[in-house]
Every structure is written in C-alpha cells, then in structure tokens.
C-alpha cells in the first residue's frame, strides 16, 4: 500500500508542489526565526562568550550580569588559586574608557574623535580571554605584549575611524584591517597603538571594544582604586566546573559562576530588566506558529480533499490501521521534503546576511527541532484528518 | 481462478433453489435499520427477509429514496442494520469485530460504484490491482494480473491511461475489473449505470452479466434505471424499506415489456 500512498500524494503535481511549498515556508519560517531569536540571545551573552577559555568566571557576589562590574581587591585572586581543584586563576579588568584620536592621526578629519570604550585588561602572560586566532582579522596576538600595544574589535571600529571609507570592507575583506595596524590612540592621556584588529560578537553594547593586559589597563583606566573586575579560572580535569564553583563560593564568598550559567545569567538579566528576549521570543514564537499552522493546514486539506478515496479503499477492505500508515507516510514524505528545503533557504538567508545587522545563528540543536515540528505537524494535521477518515463509515462510498 | 472452495458453509447451500449446485449466498432475516432520530428519523429498511443467491443476477429496483442503496450497504458489510440478521455465505456479518468484517471485504466482496471511485493517480492497471495490493500481492504481480482481467473485457489498450483519460464507460469498466480482479464471491454494484448514457450503460450491464456471474459468484446491482432491468434475473422490487415483490426471470431472453415505455 506504500507504493499507493505516494502515487496518491505526487499525482496531482500542482497539489503535491504546493504541499511541498507550505511546508518549505513552515520550515523555512521555523528556522529564520529561530536563528533570528538564537542570535538576538547571543547578542546578549556575546560579552561573556567572546571571552574564552576559562571555566569559571569568579566575581564579587552582588555581581548579576557582564555589565555589572564590581571591582574586588586583588588578593582575591590568590584566594581564588588557593581553592581546592583550580588549576590556574587569572585576572581581568573590564571597564570603560576614553578613546581620543587627534585630528592628525584621524586622517581628514579636523576635530579630534572622542569614544567611549570597552575596555578588557587580559593577564599579562597567559592573555586568557583573548579571541581565539580565527576570529584574529589582522595582526597578531602575541603583539599584544608589546609596549603599548592594543587590539580593537572590527564591529564597531567604523565609530573611531568615521572618516574611513568603510564601503570597501565588503570588497577587501580581511585585508582592509591592515590599514589600521600602528595607528595611534590615547586614552586617559597614554598612548596605545593599535597591533591587531579582531572579530566580536555585536552586543547591545554599541560601545568599541580595546584590549589590553591587565597591567597596562590600570594606566588607560580612570583612576579607581580597585581594578580586579573578575577572576578567570580553569579547573583541574576531572573536577567538575560546578563543584569547584561551589567550592569558591563557600571559602572566598565571593560569586563564581561556570562561563554558561554566566552566560544564561546575563540573558535573564536581559530578560528581566530589557524585555529584549521576551518581546523577540514572542514575535519568534508566534512565527513558529505562523509556519506551523500553515504547515498543518496544507497537510489536513490535502486528506480531507482525498476522503472519498481513503472512503473507497476502506469498503475494498483497507484496514484502519493500513489507512493510518498510509497517511503517516505521506505526512512523513512531505513533512521531509519541505523540512529539507525550507532549512536550506534557511542556511542561504543566514550566509546572505552574514555579518550584518541581522542577528542570526542557527546552534545545530534548532534543525532538529524544527524537523520535529514540521514531522509532528504534519502527523497531528493528519491524524485530525484520519481520525475522520477512521470514523467514516465506508458506506459514504455510495453517496 | 483461485476461488477458496473449501472456505465455503456447506449449511448455506440451498434446498430451494431451482438450479444445481445454487446456493445462498446472502441471507437477510428480520433486518431493520433507521437514520437519524426525533423529526428526522428516517426508517430506511423495514423488517427485511431475502435470500440472494449465487449464479444469477440479481437486482435491486425500486424509485429513488425507497432504500436500495442502504440494503446494500449492509449486505456489503459496509453499514449496521439495526436488528436482524445478515449472513455472507453463512459467515453472520453482525457478530464480527470491524477489523474481522474489513478482513472479510476484502476477500469476499467486489465493489462497483456509480462515481466509479477510482484512485486518479493510479493508472487503470493500477486501479484494477488495488483488491490484490490490499490482499498482500506484490506491486508488478499485482498489476500483471490486472492487465489480464482489463484485457479480457477489451480494455488492454489503455492499461496505462490514467481515469482522467479514459470515458465514463472505460472508467466503469476499470472498476468493474477491480470489482473482479481478486475473485470475490459477491460483487455488490450501486447504480453502475447511472452517470453513463444509455448505450454505454447497455454494454456495461451486459459485461456484469457475461464476465461477472458464475455459478460460484453472487452478483447484485442496484438501480432506479429502468432501461437496464431486462438484465436482472431475479429482481426485487423495493418501496418504504421493504421488499414488496420479488421476480424471477430467464435473463437471456429478455422480453420487451421489460423496457421502459420510453424505447
Ligand atoms: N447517512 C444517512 N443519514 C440520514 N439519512 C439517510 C442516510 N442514508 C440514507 N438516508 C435516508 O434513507 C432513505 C433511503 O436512502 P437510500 O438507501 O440511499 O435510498 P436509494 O438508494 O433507494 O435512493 C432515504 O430517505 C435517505 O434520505
Ligand atoms: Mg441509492
């Protein structure tokens, strides 16, 4: 009865495309709005996951999210090292500062620029918390231990270089960074000169984002008395990041947190006092019903339309049981099909808009997922509809 | 021709029939059955007994309304009378589970419907397989076999035509092939010739009368036409759910009082 099944569903070529195309668009649908809200939350968290490395995150307790920056006393850090199953524990500032480029050195530009920045201090030897090479665009960060040496993030250089012309980045590419390279800034009245250009994460932060080593950031810093924002730490193998934070909250009293529960910290931060995730989450979730409603529609008028057909093989002695299957495996061809293309404009949106305004990323998680929305979809719509093909009496064969 | 002999209920041959080796194959006692309830309760069949047997046709005639499609339905095991009793070759159809009844249409019983309800995906080789596919048969063993029985009624020149290439004629003769293609023992047929006009409905009748009745077989057709009656050999006659007269006749010889005054 299978071979019938999907005579029955690719016979009509119009009705079958169109099916095919529902459940494209559900897919499709399902998928860009899913990316969309995954990479909004990245966005939200992209402080906390760009810097990598580290297994924990130690902070004073009161700390609630990246932002929320509570400087501790240094000696923190060597009660952090002290804990029992921290392998190694280093420190990090993160602070804002005053970029000031002087019209000399802002090329065709007669006013100085004056930025406010982000300023990462990462230890001095180990330079945890640093992007990872691959996210590196020009330069080198072993640099970064040079005199006055700082990086920049690419993002948002466009705000202290407003006079470059920013439209040959598409063509350039990664080469266009270079030009950057030994360009001179001051910040609290010190020199820094830029050695790298790396890639981050776009935040709701729109503020550029320097690094530095720690050392030299106590110099770009205004002057405060405490500058230890958070202590980086990895734990020994075979220590689970949880215990171990555990452990550090109990002995030091101070916060410590894994990198993700971190992340998530900041997410509901968000949540809670922006209204940012929950506002996207429902124009995201209401488009997942959007797809998903369409999807079922399709499916349910397809076998609602093919009733007298499943009417006429119940009297010929079709089993209900037979019916189902065949349904089910129509619903599964389908369901399939459109899955498939559907995420796969879903992958050409998201490389189309690569590196634009739009948040988007798609965690792997999410294409299972909406397979088993569309899947589930089109099983529930065809169940609803095969319930009534179950019910039917096949006497409506003779009407 | 695999017909099952020894499936057979030796009990339900008949003492009465005049011919040898006819037996019942349907026996109706009692049968009633009512739609709907209050204002719009209908009595469709009113306490019906009926003997239907094998080797002969047998019609159901009567005026639109009166309750021939519903009878019919019930003896197809595709409807429940309310009371009474309903055998197929002594098999009682009313004490069977729904999956055993299905089971039992499926081996046992030929379909022709008056909107032929063919699968318009399937070609008519296909459509004639389908009684096979249901009984487990291969797909191309299925379709060969129903090649055979389309060409054996003239229609092996459009075996790959799909229904909605073929005409109304061609597409009830498809059906008609279906109805036979699995060697059923009863082949209940609704109004065959209703959506057909009058010519293609005489070459119809006469193919359900010339491939589809056997000594083995029994075949009912239901019809309000009465320029196809001359067919029937046996022919009930049916008003306000009842039987009001039955009628037994030499089909071969079909007289020309049984023609409607409009020939
Ligand atoms: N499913 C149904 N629901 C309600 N009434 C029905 C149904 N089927 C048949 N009837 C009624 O039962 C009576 C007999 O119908 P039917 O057997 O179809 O007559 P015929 O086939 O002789 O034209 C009619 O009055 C019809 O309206
Ligand atoms: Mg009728």
């Known amino acids: ?399 | 021709m695999r017909v099952a002999e020894e499936r057979r209920a030796p009990a339900a041959v008949a003492t009465t029939g005049d011919e040898a080796g006819v037996e019942v194959a349907v026996r109706i006692r009692g049968l009633g059955k009512h739609f709907g309830t209050g204002e719009q309760r209908v009595q469709a069949l009113r306490s019906i007994d009926w003997d239907v047997f094998t080797g002969q046709l047998t019609m159901i005639v009567g005026p639109s309304g009166c309750g021939k499609t519903t009878l019919l339905s019930v003896i197809a095991g595709i409807l429940d009378g309310d009371e009474g009793e309903v055998s197929i070759f002594g098999e009682p159809l009313d004490r069977m589970s729904d999956r055993a009844r299905t089971r039992f249409r499926a081996t046992n019983i030929g379909f022709v419907f008056q909107q032929y309800n063919l699968l318009p995906a399937l070609t008519a080789a296909e459509n004639a397989a389908i009684p096979l596919v249901i009984a487990g048969w291969r797909r191309d063993q299925a379709v060969r076999r129903a090649s055979e029985v389309l060409a054996s009624i003239g229609m092996g020149k459009k075996l790959a035509n799909l229904p909605s290439q073929l005409s109304g004629g061609q597409m009830q003769r498809v059906a008609i092939a279906r109805a036979l293609v699995h060697e059923p023992r009863l082949l209940v047929c609704d109004e065959p010739t209703a959506a057909l006009d009058h010519e293609t409905g005489q070459t119809v009748m006469q193919l359900l009368r010339d491939a589809a009745v056997r000594p083995d077989r029994a075949v009912i057709v239901v019809t309000h036409d009465n320029r196809v009656f001359q067919f029937g050999e046996r022919i009930a006659h049916m008003d306000d759910g009842r039987i009001v007269r039955l009628e037994q006749r030499a089909a071969s010889k079909p007289s020309l009082s049984d023609f409607s005054p409009l020939l």
């Open chain 1, 1 to 399: 009865m299978g071979w019938i099944a999907l005579k029955m569903l690719v016979g009509d070529r119009a009705k079958f495309l169109g099916i095919v195309m529902g459940l494209t668009f559900a897919a499709l649908l399902i998928t860009q709005q899913g990316s969309i809200f995954c990479g909004l939350m990245l966005r939200t968290c992209g402080q906390v996951s760009d810097i990598t490395g580290a297994d924990l995150w130690v902070m004073d307790p009161t700390v609630r999210y990246i932002d929320d920056v509570k400087p501790m006393l240094e000696s923190n850090l060597y009660r952090v090292r002290g804990v029992e199953g921290v392998l190694w524990a280093v420190p990090l500032y993160k602070g804002q500062a005053r970029v000031k480029i002087s019209p000399e050195v802002a090329r065709g530009r007669r006013a100085a620029v004056i930025e406010q920045v982000i300023l990462l201090g990462l230890d001095d030897s180990s330079l945890i918390g640093a992007p990872p090479p691959y996210r590196v665009l020009a330069g080198n960060l072993r640099d970064l231990r040079l005199p006055d040496a700082v990086f920049v993030d690419s993002e948002r250089l466009a705000k202290l270089y407003p006079s470059e012309d920013w439209t040959r980045v598409k063509k350039e590419g990664k080469t266009f960074y270079r030009r950057f390279l030994r360009r001179q800034l001051e910040m609290n009245d010190h020199r820094a000169v830029i050695v790298g250009v790396c890639e981050a994460t776009r935040t709701f932060q729109t503020n550029p984002v320097v690094y530095t080593t720690y050392t030299r950031a106590k110099n770009y810093a205004p002057q405060e008395r405490k500058i230890l924002s958070f202590v980086l730490a990895g734990t020994e193998p075979g220590v689970s990041p949880k215990v171990v934070a555990d452990r550090i909250r109990a002995q030091t009293g101070l916060g410590a947190h894994t990198a993700s529960d971190f992340a998530w910290m900041t997410i509901n931060y968000y949540a809670r006092y922006t209204g940012i995730p929950i506002n996207f989450g429902i124009t995201c979730f209401l488009g997942f019903l959007v797809g998903t409603a369409i999807a079922g529609q399709t499916f349910y008028n397809f076998t609602i339309e093919n009733i007298k057909q499943f009417g006429a093989l119940k009297a010929m002695g079709v089993t209900n049981v037979r019916i189902v299957g065949m349904i089910l495996l129509q619903a599964l061809v389908v369901g399939l099909l459109g899955y498939g293309i559907g995420v796969g404009l879903a992958a050409l949106f998201g490389w189309a808009t690569q590196g634009g305004e739009l948040a988007y990323f798609t965690p792997w998680l999410l294409l299972p997922i909406t397979a088993c929305s569309i899947v589930f979809i089109c099983v529930l719509s065809s169940l609803l509809s095969v319930q009534r093909v179950i019910r039917l009496e096949p006497a409506i064969v003779f009407r």
